[in-house]
Every structure is written in structure tokens, then in C-alpha cells.
């Protein structure tokens, strides 16, 4: 991936912590101008000390994705320095607030959700797409859920943001072809508690139930995310598009039976 990927502008929503952060290591590895937006600044300016510390580099630019101008605001930035956006990668979500029985659940809190997890990637979507368009073999890359094919009690916002940005993939993927590619990623359980900033990192800890909920014996990092990202948007890739691709371990298709 290396040649493919040193001339290629990246921009990773979300991209300052967790799966975020994998993908801006991985991306930076192969020689791509990486630019990382979070609404965390405190994130943002940790991860690129710790990209630093491998010799990797990457721009990092505040941004709240379900904020029409400040989505404008990052594309016009980007353009302005680097003239071209070759893969746009949405990934920035929230899970809570979240876990209210449905009759507690205020309005604006699953508005919240799925303000962020849903309309951020369409807005993000909107505005990266005259800049996509100028180059060759543009990207776009939904970073989904498996809770938006099966769920926990009480996770409305979040299943549905996810359900809703599957929909939207293929959507876009029929829409804007056959100029930009669009696929999804829909992770399962990802360990990301050292891939946070200071202060946030935790030390993961899995019991062997935990491993064996999934048929490849682990819990997923950071890292199988990023692998797949890697190809996904690359012209390896180029005859897939609006497809998602599960990485869990093989967890939803194990059926687990409680006696």
C-alpha cells in the first residue's frame, strides 16, 4: 500500500482516539497526508505527539461533525493546503447519552445521537464530494456497527444511527458512482482503551468468556479495523462499493445457547 497511498490525502473524522487513532497510525504508516478532525482539541493535539513519537505525522483540525459550517469550514481548510481529498473516512460517533428505558429517554438526547453519528457523516459526506470529485479513485469509508444489525436493551440512538448509516452507504454508493467508491466497516467489540488520550487510557483486561463469545478466540483492536480500512480504500478495492464489510470475530454468527 505504500506507493499507492504517498500522494493520497486522508481525512479520518473522529480520528483522535480508539478505532479513529488505528486508522491515523495505519494510514500515516503507508505514506499518506493524514488529517485528523475530533471535537476533543485535547485529543486531537495528544494524538499527533503520539504519531510523533513513531515519526508519523498528521494535521489535526477541531471539528464538530454535525455542525453544517464547521464541516464546510475543515473542507474549505483542506483545500486551501492541500488542494485535493482523496479518501474521507466517518468515523466520528458518540454512544451515549444512551441505556434509558424508552419512557425516560429525552427527545434531544437520541436527536443527539443521531445528530452526530448520522447526520455528520451525511454532512461531511455533502461538502467533501467537489473535492473527492477532482481526484482519481476517491473514497468514502462508513465506520458502522454490528448494533445496527442486532442490538443491546435500551441502545436506541446508537442502533439506530448505525442502522441508518448502513442505509446511507449504499445510498451514496448508488448516487455518486461511478466516480467515488462508498463502504462501510462495521465493527464489533474493539478493545480502544489504549488507544484514548492521557489520562483516558485504560489497561484492557478480558476474561476467557469474553474471548470465547468469538470464534477467533479474541477481542478485536484498533488494528483489524485499520487493516481493512487500508484496503478498502484503496484501488485494490475497485470494484466494491457499497457493500459493509462485519469484522467481529466471527461474534454475530455464533449462536450462543444458556442452559
Known amino acids: 500500500m505504500q506507493n499507492y497511498y504517498t500522494s493520497k490525502v486522508i481525512l479520518i473524522t473522529g480520528g483522535a482516539q480508539g478505532i479513529g487513532r488505528g486508522m491515523a497510525q495505519a494510514f500515516s ?42 464541516v464546510k469550514g475543515i473542507m474549505q481548510q483542506i483545500e486551501q493546503k492541500y488542494g485535493q481529498l482523496d479518501v474521507l473516512i466517518n468515523n466520528a460517533g458518540i454512544a451515549s447519552p444512551a441505556r434509558k428505558p424508552l419512557a425516560e429517554l429525552p427527545v434531544a438526547e437520541f436527536d443527539q445521537v443521531l445528530s452526530v453519528n448520522l447526520r455528520g457523516p451525511f454532512l461531511c459526506a455533502k461538502y467533501a464530494l467537489p473535492l473527492l470529485e477532482k481526484t482519481l479513485h476517491p473514497a468514502i469509508l462508513n465506520i458502522t456497527s454490528t448494533r445496527a444489525f442486532m442490538s443491546e436493551p435500551d441502545t436506541f440512538g446508537y442502533s439506530a444511527s448505525k442502522g441508518g448509516l448502513e442505509a446511507l452507504t449504499h445510498s451514496l454508493a448508488v448516487s455518486l458512482g461511478p466516480k467515488v467508491r462508498v463502504n462501510a466497516i462495521s465493527p464489533g467489540w474493539i478493545e480502544t482503551g489504549l488507544w484514548q488520550k492521557e489520562g483516558r487510557k485504560t489497561e484492557p483486561h478480558h476474561s476467557q468468556e469474553d474471548k470465547d463469545q468469538h470464534p477467533v478466540g479474541r477481542v478485536g483492536t484498533p488494528e483489524d479495523i485499520a487493516e481493512a480500512a487500508l484496503f478498502l480504500c484503496s484501488d485494490k478495492a475497485g470494484f466494491i462499493t457499497g457493500q459493509s464489510l462485519v469484522i467481529d470475530g466471527g461474534m454475530t454468527v455464533k449462536m450462543i445457547y444458556h442452559e
Open 29 to 70: 504508516r503507508v505514506g499518506a497526508q493524514v488529517i485528523l478532525t475530533d471535537l476533543d482539541p485535547e485529543a486531537g493535539e495528544d494524538a499527533l505527539t503520539w504519531l510523533d513519537s513513531q515519526y508519523l505525522k498528521a494535521d489535526f483540525l477541531p471539528c464538530d461533525v454535525s455542525k453544517k459550517e464547521q
